[in-house]
């Protein structure tokens, strides 16, 4: 693995009827994913730095119903 740490979650914004208690399980299981994404781009391109931004859809039931990329830096 390229790259170790956690994951930060600078801001986290929640709409809707679940609470950031709630989503923050989803948004840790996630993490490893995400982990592994970074990897690949490290290994792609050597020095990679910036931010992305996630907008990640979670049902009443804590499933994961989609994963978009609404703003990148690097």
Do not use: H, N, Q, Y
């Not at 740490?5 to 989803?26: E, I, Q």
């Amino acid at each position: 693995r390229l790259w170790s740490g956690k994951l930060p979650v600078s801001k986290l914004t929640v709409t809707g009827s679940l609470t950031k208690a709630l989503t923050r399980p989803v948004l840790d299981k996630l993490a490893a994913a995400l982990a592994a994404c970074l990897d690949a781009r490290l290994k792609a391109t050597p020095g990679l730095a910036g931010e992305v931004a996630f907008k990640i859809t979670i049902r009443p039931d804590g499933t994961v119903s989609g994963v978009e990329i609404v703003a990148a830096s690097l």
